[in-house]
């Protein structure tokens, strides 16, 4: 099993065909970064690799099978980041975590002493409830919450936005440690600095995806 | 597949590693063993229950889900607009969008008013209504919008487009986003959206969030769910695999509720093939270990007690239980639909109710059980529940055989259970009685079985006493116990048990303060186990209920 996943040919019509013809294969440990305008679809391809919106067209394969056939396999590969942070805004940043996590007890407590949960900072804040955390800390416990079962896919829609800049640094520290792992991530982004990090470069123009050279202008 | 939830951090190089999940191809050995009848009774009582439970969350998520409500309106709009009466595959409805030959366009505006026909759109748009519907013959698509009046202002209420495959309507003052609705098989199509396509989501956006929690159930829904995921699966996927297969329709069958309104019935149907999926989901879970351990806590005072085995710890029960686990796929099948009754009183459920065969293990014969949990309307749910495990006739599953009722008022729990049965062709009727205070530990229950056709075939229990039972502890004690069998001597003795097992030393038998009892050893361990069985099961019915 090479290809860890295997976009073949989507699309996705609203008014009007967003994503035209999307391809894409991604292997163990490759980190692919997705920069497009404002309404270019890069959300919306997210959403369909994350299971949570279905294409009008083309095949999409995790691991060697169709995840549309068998939703649980969305659950079981893919951590997924969205846009908007995906908690329960009025209850605590540890039941948010409960409500995730797969594990037993005992290990969500390791996380919390030193596990992933520590390292983003949310070990002092677990008793809070959301509604009273900063844009940045939801964003914190959103990539947390994304990681905490340790799926091999991780799929990150603009994932540093307003976090500060040590924490930007330590997701990004986080996200090469996944990698290094084995896992594979696909986010879409604007902050050119990502360019850097990712193994490969996309832009998602016209409803197409195409690959560019690092150095190349994206944005051009 | 190594379930370690781990990162490790070398804090030399400041490395980050995690422990993925990777998927792998083989599932492994399934270990089937079903002898072990405590597992069993432990297991068929709670994956019931918690069938029925997220039975009930399920409907609940749907049905609080503001999308539903959109969905709803949509359908209600399509019926009023007389498009379901004419078919149930929507023909009718594309037929309507569709039929121009050449452009055309269509505006119809409403002022309010009472004539028939406005009477029910104006309670869907309030004091007056506009519909646009163009068709453009060159992209063979019709589209238009509905808006509704409000002051003077035409809000759009709803956007619809319709091609030769599909319609998708979506309200734009409260989504964004387009529900796609297929024409072919439309209706189980429109079910399938609102179930499968929202709850597919649940994992991953904001409205996971809104649909459940940003109501006023939220404290019940969140109790329910905490102890499913502390009793059972902690994992997301095994409780989403329901719902998105489960299929709602609303029907004529209501239930009256204690003020002697007529609560909406819905009916839930859970499809058998996804139950069995579920069912190995929990396997898998249990098999992973760390969803077991906060059951294994709770039944281990009971379960040193019965094994004798002062020494046995919640990682050995683990693995005691793992090895003897039941196999779950019989008691469901899968080429066979299952209906849950939910019935909904001022957007609360009130009552969710489920007819289940389940074989008897090691047996050819089924049993109906019917799991039912009734909430009372406006009550907290751990203020007064009834939580109802009947068994009911094989054929008629509308008859009731036996009746088990546990209520919980608040301040004691109290058992009723009515009902025949037939034993080696013998008509039995069967009642009990049953009170238990958790407060002061006192418990009373009476228990007959009287042969219908032999008057002197009969068997009462009557016992009061003190019973309770901590994490590590449990207090026995029946201050009284008669007995009186088929008119025979009547046997009364008193017990008093009383262990700590955690709190005694290591290899040391359980301490019991005092026995009085008239049988020999052996029958008395054999009762006193059998007490205990049933202690267990009522525990945790009580901890069901109780939240």
């Keep these: 099993m090479d290809n860890v996943i295997e976009i073949k040919h989507i699309g996705k019509k609203y008014k009007e065909w967003v994503l035209k013809d999307i391809s ?19 959300t919306t391809l997210l959403e369909i690799l994350s299971g949570s919106r279905k294409p009008d067209g083309g095949e999409l394969v995790y691991f060697g099978r169709d995840p549309f056939k068998n939703r649980r396999l969305f659950s079981e590969y893919v951590g997924y980041v969205p846009q908007e942070d995906p908690l329960i805004k009025d209850v605590s940043v540890n039941d948010n975590i409960r409500l995730w996590f797969s ?52 799929l990150l829609d603009e994932p540093v936005t307003a976090l500060d800049i040590k924490y930007k640094a330590d997701v990004r520290k986080i996200l090469k440690g996944y990698i290094k792992s084995g896992g594979t991530v696909i986010m879409t982004t604007h902050d050119l600095r990502d360019r850097e990090l990712a193994t490969r470069v996309l832009l998602l123009k016209d409803g197409v995806l195409s690959d560019l050279d690092k150095e190349e202008e994206i944005y051009g | 597949m190594d379930k370690k939830k781990d990162i490790n951090t070398d804090a030399a190089e400041e490395e980050i590693s995690f422990d993925l999940n990777m998927p792998k191809d083989d599932d ?22 918690l069938a029925a439970l997220i039975a009930y969350l399920a409907f609940c998520f749907a049905l609080r889900s503001p999308k539903n409500t959109v969905a709803a309106a949509l359908k209600s709009t399509l019926e009023e607009l007389g498009c379901t009466a004419k078919t149930s595959k929507g023909e009718a409805l594309r037929d309507f969008l569709l039929s121009s030959p050449s452009e055309s366009f269509i505006s119809v505006t409403y002022k309010g008013g009472k004539t028939d026909d406005g009477k029910s759109l104006k309670r869907l748009f309030g004091s007056g209504f506009s519909a646009n519907i163009k068709y453009d013959p060159t992209e063979k698509r019709a589209s238009g919008d509905i808006a509704a009046n409000i002051g003077n202002m035409p809000v759009s ?74 009793y059972f699966c902690s994992d997301n996927t095994v409780a989403e695999k329901l719902w998105e297969n489960a299929y709602v329709t609303k029907t004529d069958e209501g239930f009256e509720t204690e003020n002697g309104r007529k609560a909406k019935g819905y009916c839930i149907t859970l499809k058998g093939g996804d139950l069995s999926e579920f069912s190995e989901d929990i396997k898998d879970n249990i098999k992973n270990g760390q969803s077991l351990m906060p059951l294994a806590h709770s039944i281990l005072p009971i379960a040193k007690v019965l ?76 203020d007064k529940a009834v939580f109802e495990v009947a068994a009911v006739d094989a054929v008629d599953k509308n008859k009731t055989a036996l009746k088990t009722e546990i209520t919980n008022d608040g301040t004691a729990y109290r058992l009723s259970a009515h009902g025949s049965f037939r ?82 030393s290591a290899g040391a038998a359980p301490e019991r303060s005092k026995k009085l009892f008239t049988p020999n050893e052996d029958e008395f361990d054999i009762i006193l186990d059998e007490i205990k069985k049933g202690c267990g099961s009522l525990a945790a019915m009580m901890q069901l209920i109780g939240g």
């Design chain 2, 423 to 504: 034993l080696l062709g013998a008509p039995y009727n069967v009642s009990a009685e049953g009170e238990y205070s958790a407060d002061t530990s006192q418990y009373s229950l009476d228990v007959s079985v009287k042969n219908d056709d032999h008057p002197s075939d009969r068997a009462e229990l009557s016992s009061e006493g003190i019973f309770s039972m901590t994490e590590n502890s449990l207090n026995f004690s029946a201050e009284s116990l008669d007995i009186d069998a088929m008119g025979q001597k009547p046997l009364s003795a008193d017990i008093w048990l009383e262990t700590n097992p955690l709190e005694g």
């Design chain 1, 24 to 42: 894409l294969s991604c292997s163990k440990g490759e980190w692919a970064a997705i920069y497009g305008s404002n309404g270019s679809g890069k």
């Design chain 2, 28 to 49: 492994g050995d399934k270990i089937i063993n079903s002898k072990n009848r405590l597992h069993i009774i432990v297991y068929v009582i709670a994956f019931s229950a």
């Design chain 2, 157 to 230: 209420v709803l956007e619809f487009l319709a091609d030769n495959k599909s319609f998708y309507g979506r309200a734009p003052l409260i989504e964004s986003l387009w529900l796609e609705i297929p024409f072919e098989n439309m209706f189980s199509s429109y079910n399938s959206s609102v179930l499968s396509g929202y709850m597919g989501r649940f994992d991953f956006t904001q409205d996971f969030s809104a649909d459940i929690f940003n109501t006023s159930s939220l404290r019940d829904m969140k109790s329910v769910r905490r102890l499913l995921a502390d």
């Design chain 1, 103 to 154: 594990g037993s007890k005992k290990e969500l407590r390791e996380l919390y002493t030193g596990g992933i949960l520590k390292l983003m900072g949310l070990d002092s804040i677990k008793n809070k409830r959301v509604s009273t955390l900063s844009g940045g800390m939801k964003r914190r416990l959103s990539i947390a919450l994304a990681l905490i079962n340790n799926p091999p896919i991780l």
């Design chain 2, 307 to 382: 094994t004798k085995d002062p020494l046995m710890t919640e990682e050995g029960l683990c693995s005691l239980i793992e090895a003897g686990q039941p196999d779950f796929m019989p008691y469901f099948d899968p080429n066979k639909d299952y209906d849950v009754m939910v019935y909904v009183y001022r957007k609360k459920i009130i009552k969710a109710e489920g007819v289940f065969d389940m074989p008897l293990p090691e047996s050819p014969e089924t049993a109906a059980i019917r799991l039912s949990l009734a909430f009372p309307s406006g009550r907290e749910l751990k």
